[in-house]
């Protein structure tokens, strides 16, 4: 369905809107457990899990830019320096408990919650108090995290099918790129994989 809807529907614009179904259908499989009688700990204002490294599909990063450049100037520009100095802080190899939260965070909340990533959807906990602590396994919901998994896999196989870019790239560097290149997305929808897999591989540092 979603290869036939992108073959249908051939813009950048209509590629980069279509992901919204993903996000869309993640939230909804979320709302059907709880309804279930699943209990998410996850509640608005708990972002233990936002020093993660996220990752997002090329659509999905486009869609943030989109939405961060209809912001007033003054708000975008602050983004910006905030995803700047994210990339020159971040560190996958860093604990836990040191590694700098999501650039997106904002007093407590994330500041595109209405168009955060498939992963981030994602991503939930039924037990708070083992956030809380850091703990190496956090217990969650296998119906959800299989479901959300399945969706992703299949956008991102028609993506795929269409000669598009759908591998994951770190969110907050591909965002930075996206907002500072207005050409990556019309590259993107060219065929180009516009997106350095990882900062640290394409900027090796150096031994003092």
């Known amino acids: 369905m979603a290869e036939r809807h992108l073959e249908t529907h051939r813009s950048p614009q209509s590629a980069i809107a279509f992901v919204s179904s993903l996000q869309h259908k993640a939230s909804s499989i979320i709302q059907r457990a709880v309804g279930q009688g699943v209990e998410i700990a996850c509640k608005a204002g708990c972002n233990h899990c936002c020093r993660a490294r996220v990752e997002a599909m090329a659509a999905e990063i486009f ?13 975008m520009n602050h983004v910006i320096r905030r995803l700047e100095t994210h990339l020159a802080m971040r560190s996958d190899e860093q604990a836990w408990s040191r590694r700098p939260q999501c650039p997106f965070l904002e ?32 217990p969650q919901n296998l119906g959800i995290v299989v479901g959300i998994a399945a969706l992703t896999q299949g956008t991102a196989d028609a993506y795929r099918k269409l000669g598009l870019d759908a591998a994951s790239h770190e969110l907050g560097q591909g965002v930075l790129l996206a907002l500072s290149d207005p050409t990556t997305e019309s590259r993107w929808y060219d065929g180009e994989a516009v997106f350095v897999q990882d900062v640290a591989a394409a900027h090796p540092r150096s031994e003092t």
């Open 107 to 138: 007093n407590e909340l994330c500041s595109i919650y209405d168009v955060r990533p498939g992963v981030c959807r994602k991503a939930h906990s039924l037990d708070l108090r083992k956030c809380r602590t850091d703990a190496a396994e956090i």
């Open 63 to 75: 869609r943030i830019a989109r939405e961060l450049r209809g912001r007033p100037a003054e708000e």
